[in-house]
């Protein structure tokens, strides 16, 4: 009888952890939004004890397309349009806000307002120092993200003076948001784009250009933020994620991290 019973409890612990594994989710992909998902993933998990959604570091939207493609995650984020052959490839997007972009700086430069031609100016190399633009008297470091980051691709489509900008050979490649982030706030007289975020402003200083911040109305550039996933391998967690994030809760959390629900 003692044996039958050790079984048992054996088998039931066997089954509880496989469910709690099994209900683990990882959402991988792209920098863009990546706190406010983060915070999206936690009150998802609060709300239903035993779910487990975590938001990584950022692989890039490739990545995410590459891991969910290959079915080695369910579910991506990803902050620029599938191509025709992705989709081919049975993966579908689901769009669940847009996120502005945001140009900032180390505290250090002393500007708070740049108009368009300043910061074509600034990404150029012809403005070199932050005195130029009614700044301290600071070289200025720019900090770039390779051609393809979604954000570059937005702000040559929207900022002007940026569709056929070269971007000065002086300046300093991050290849992911964070790295971007991470360096301008450490190094003086830096410069850099990505996307917004209230976690932004409590380490950097995000500039208004031409005197709008990037949540007013008017500002120019943003990226939409989606969800991605492969035909036929939604699960149910994955499915009820989603639902999640495009609730009314969570287009309340979204909104209070600076982004922009897509109803």
């Given at each position: 009888?003692?044996?039958?019973?050790?079984?048992?409890?054996?088998l039931a612990a066997s089954f509880c952890c496989h469910n709690a594994v099994a209900s683990d989710l990882?959402?991988?992909?792209?920098?863009?939004?990546?706190?406010?998902?983060?915070?999206?993933?936690?009150?998802?998990?609060?709300?239903?004890?035993?779910?487990?959604?975590?938001?990584?570091?950022?692989?890039?939207?490739?990545?995410?397309?590459?891991?969910?493609?290959?079915?080695?995650?369910?579910?991506?984020?990803?902050?620029?349009?599938?191509?025709?052959?992705?989709?081919?490839?049975?993966?579908?997007?689901?769009?669940?806000?847009?996120?502005?972009?945001?140009?900032?700086?180390?505290?250090?430069?002393?500007?708070?307002?740049?108009?368009?031609?300043?910061?074509?100016?600034?990404?150029?190399?012809?403005?070199?120092?932050?005195?130029?633009?009614?700044?301290?008297?600071?070289?200025?470091?720019?900090?770039?993200?390779?051609?393809?980051?979604?954000?570059?691709?937005?702000?040559?489509?929207?900022?002007?003076?940026?569709?056929?900008?070269?971007?000065?050979?002086?300046?300093?490649?991050?290849?992911?948001?964070?790295?971007?982030?991470?360096?301008?706030?450490?190094?003086?007289?830096?410069?850099?784009?990505?996307?917004?975020?209230?976690?932004?402003?409590?380490?950097?200083?995000?500039?208004?250009?031409?005197?709008?911040?990037?949540?007013?109305?008017?500002?120019?550039?943003?990226?939409?933020?989606?969800?991605?996933?492969?035909?036929?391998?939604?699960?149910?967690?994955?499915?009820?994620?989603?639902?999640?994030?495009?609730?009314?809760?969570?287009?309340?959390?979204?909104?209070?991290?600076?982004?922009?629900?897509?109803?």
């Amino acid at each position: 009888m003692n044996k039958r019973f050790l079984l048992y409890t054996i088998l039931a612990a066997s089954f509880c952890c496989h469910n709690a594994v099994a209900s683990d989710l990882e959402v991988v992909g792209t920098g863009d939004g990546m706190e406010l998902l983060q915070s999206i993933a936690a009150a998802y998990s609060t709300d239903r004890p035993g779910s487990a959604i975590t938001v990584p570091p950022s692989i890039g939207s490739g990545g995410a397309v590459t891991a969910v493609g290959a079915e080695r995650n369910v579910l991506g984020r990803i902050a620029r349009p599938l191509s025709e052959k992705e989709r081919a490839q049975g993966l579908i997007e689901t769009p669940i806000m847009r996120i502005p972009s945001a140009i900032y700086v180390h505290r250090s430069a002393g500007v708070t307002d740049l108009t368009t031609n300043q910061l074509a100016g600034i990404y150029s190399g012809v403005i070199q120092n932050w005195n130029e633009v009614g700044g301290k008297d600071l070289r200025i470091k720019v900090v770039r993200r390779e051609e393809a980051d979604s954000t570059l691709l937005v702000l040559r489509s929207s900022m002007p003076g940026w569709s056929d900008l070269k971007i000065t050979p002086r300046s300093k490649l991050a290849m992911t948001t964070q790295e971007a982030v991470e360096t301008v706030k450490d190094v003086e007289g830096a410069v850099g784009y990505g996307p917004y975020s209230r976690a932004l402003e409590a380490t950097t200083s995000v500039l208004r250009i031409s005197g709008k911040h990037p949540i007013d109305d008017g500002y120019p550039s943003a990226v939409t933020l989606a969800l991605l996933y492969k035909e036929g391998r939604l699960t149910p967690e994955a499915e009820a994620f989603i639902k999640f994030v495009r609730s009314p809760k969570g287009h309340v959390l979204m909104s209070n991290w600076g982004g922009v629900p897509v109803r």
